[in-house]
């Protein structure tokens, strides 16, 4: 199996932040790497796919970089509605792994 | 747009079966791949299998003895059975379908599910 890791595990920021989490993979997953946001309560929502691509609808200060092994999600200036948390996904091949999560709090 | 929906039951006593339906309104299941993913509470996410609308499917190796997903085209549903259950299986499931390729868009709200006698 592709095992996922994230960093950092948890962060606190403040509104107007920019933050990056990083996901790694165990082995290359060339692009095949997908983004969700997960709030309290609620199923995960997709945020981006192919370790770069906005999903429709999803605000343009969310972004995603990488490739192989090491990927890169980014927010550009934090908002209140984006405390939440994040999970990444490789969908290379099975079975599917999701990373442990990123929890992002409020400072 | 497409919309899924769990239902069944919200507790299952050890070694029992788990079974729980995702119905599909909005859109065909046809021509699709949809999926099974589980958490449980306070934790991450497992993917559990996929099936495709005319029945192919593929699982977890880690669940793999004890899972088998089905589709009913005609009532656009896909269902999960999990066998022997116990306190480890307790968690939210979610039905999702597959885009391509393999990632998950639109989930349901999720159903939790409780192990106990």
């Known amino acids: 199996d592709i095992q996922m890791t994230q960093s950092p595990s948890s962060l606190s920021a403040s509104v107007g932040d920019r933050v990056t989490i990083t996901c790694r993979a165990s082995?290359?997953?060339?692009?095949?790497l997908t983004w969700y946001q997960q709030k309290p309560g609620k199923a995960p929502r997709l945020l981006i796919y192919a370790a770069s691509s906005l999903q429709t609808g999803v605000p343009s200060r969310f972004g995603g970089s990488g490739s192989g092994t090491d990927f890169t999600l980014t927010i550009s200036s934090l908002q209140p509605e984006d405390f939440a948390t994040y999970y990444c996904q490789q969908s290379d091949s099975t079975p599917f792994t999701f990373g442990p999560g990123t929890k992002v709090d409020i400072k | 747009q497409v919309q899924l929906q769990e239902s069944g039951p919200g507790l299952v006593r050890p070694s029992e079966t788990l079974s729980l339906t995702c119905t599909v309104s909005g859109g065909s299941i046809s021509g699709y791949y949809w999926t099974w993913i589980r958490q449980p509470p306070g934790k991450g996410l497992e993917w559990i299998g996929y099936?495709?609308?005319?029945?192919?499917?593929n699982y977890n190796p880690s669940l793999k003895s004890r899972v088998a997903i089905s589709v009913d085209t005609s009532k656009n549903q896909f269902s999960l059975r999990l066998s022997s259950v116990t306190a480890a299986d307790t968690a939210v499931y979610y039905c999702?379908?597959?885009?391509?390729?393999?990632?998950?868009?639109?989930w349901g709200q999720g159903t939790l599910v409780t192990v106990s006698s």
């Open positions: 082995q290359s997953i060339s692009k095949y």
């Open positions: 099936i495709y609308y005319a029945g192919n499917t």
């Open positions: 999702a379908r597959v885009d391509d390729p393999n990632w998950f868009d639109p």
